[in-house]
């Protein structure tokens, strides 16, 4: 057992957490120093040691254990998350994440002319978005001009009104990028926190890590979109992005490589087209 001071790993099988429509799982103890852990074949849960609530109670994120070190969770529904938990935001970048812009237009004509840009959507990009919204508060944030996301995110999202905010450049810290020798628009997510959300709760998806160095637990990097009309690294990301909703602590998941953990998502294609 944990002592109380410790936080204790508590590890559910994937068999677990499918049967979301019983009222209850048991949770095993884990190894308290593994590391971190991709969600793959088990699911990570961050709980309280002992002495903090009555064993079997779900509070908050956090679930208390009982003196056999197990623990027991109320489920819930299939499409909500675990009892408690706020759901997790999700910060997306536009460039190269859902969008392609240039001002020399690509070989095809572009889906959005925003002169002086020709802007080229990602491939699922609008059904990745309706995906996403079941499970997530979505939110957006790019380095680029606040006109440009104001004249963007209505093609993007069906109603823009849903989204906790939408920065832009302002928002962004000029910082140095000594590896690279350049300055880069940073996106802190100490911000996004004032802002008033938990950041144990929070994900970030961009293809540009050297603007989240002071956050890149949070961060699940994708692949830069340039225009390839055969790219599916959103409808991967909306399959990966499923078992994330259920995390107390999304730092505490390994995301990189996370493409390699994804079976196909042909599901998720054929069920959006
Ligand atoms: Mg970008």
Redesign the pocket.
């Given at each position: 057992m944990a002592s109380s001071h410790e936080q204790q790993e508590v590890v559910a099988t994937r068999e677990a957490f499918a049967r979301t429509r019983c009222t209850a799982w048991r949770l095993h103890c884990g190894d308290l120093r593994r590391p971190r852990q991709s969600l793959g074949e088990r699911q990570v849960l961050r709980a309280p040691a002992s002495g903090e609530g009555e064993p079997g109670r779900v509070f908050g994120a956090r679930i208390a254990i009982d003196g056999d070190a197990r623990a027991v969770c109320r489920a819930s529904p299939v499409g909500a998350n675990v009892a408690g938990m706020q759901r997790i935001l999700l910060v997306l970048?536009?460039?190269?994440?859902l969008v392609f812009a240039d001002e020399r237009p690509l070989a095809r004509a572009p889906d959005l002319d925003l002169p002086p840009y020709a802007v080229y959507l990602r491939p699922w990009a609008r059904e990745f978005l309706r995906h996403v919204a079941v499970h997530f508060e979505l939110a957006v944030w790019?380095?680029s001009s606040a006109a440009y996301a104001r004249a963007l995110v209505p093609v993007l999202f069906d109603d823009p009104s849903r989204l906790a905010f939408v920065w832009s450049r302002e928002r962004c810290t000029l910082q140095r990028d000594l590896a690279n020798d350049t300055w880069v628009h940073a996106k802190r997510l100490a911000k996004v926190k004032r802002h008033g959300h938990d950041l144990r709760r929070t994900v970030v998806v961009?293809?540009?890590p050297e603007k989240h160095l002071r956050n890149y637990g949070n961060l699940v990097r994708v692949a830069?979109f340039l225009g390839d009309p055969a790219d599916d690294e959103l409808p991967h990301l909306a399959a990966w992005l499923e078992r994330l909703h259920i995390e107390p602590d999304v730092r505490v998941v390994e995301k990189r490589g996370w493409r390699r953990h994804v079976p196909s998502p042909v599901s998720f294609m054929h069920a959006a087209s």
């Open positions: 970048d536009l460039d190269e994440t790019t380095s961009d293809d540009s830069p």
